[in-house]
């Protein structure tokens, strides 16, 4: 079993992914489909590995803690750490609107 089968494991268990857009009105949000754990303890019992053999779960080969990531880089604004949050637009959106509306004043 390689460190990359469990990356993946956890990855596909624990995820939030845009499912797709739905009219409401005039508005057209896009709609995220959160498939992340409510208790991190959860991930104890994915799957790792299944099959004909005994199945491998995340408890059998790791121990599941709540921690942090490890920092490799950060954002910066006038020198002091913030939050970098990305935006995207839509195709017939004007980008000097959606700047305008995201910009802080």
């Known amino acids: 079993m390689s460190p990359d089968e469990l990356v993946t494991a956890l990855n596909t268990a624990n995820t939030i992914t845009l499912s797709g857009n739905v009219p409401l009105g005039d508005s057209y949000p896009m709609l995220p489909l959160n498939s992340v754990v409510r208790n991190i303890k959860d991930l104890e019992t994915v799957p790792?590995?299944?099959?004909?053999?005994?199945?491998?779960?995340?408890?059998?080969?790791?121990?599941v803690t709540d921690g942090?990531?490890?920092?490799?880089?950060?954002?910066?604004?006038?020198?002091?750490?913030?939050?970098?949050?990305?935006?995207?637009?839509r195709a017939d959106?004007?980008?000097?609107?959606?700047?305008s509306l995201v910009a802080i004043p």
């Open 48 to 63: 790792v590995r299944t099959g004909s053999y005994p199945a491998v779960f995340v408890r059998d080969v790791a121990t």
């Open 68 to 89: 942090s990531d490890i920092v490799t880089s950060y954002a910066l604004v006038n020198g002091r750490r913030t939050v970098y949050i990305p935006v995207t637009k």
């Open 93 to 99: 959106a004007s980008t000097l609107s959606v700047v």
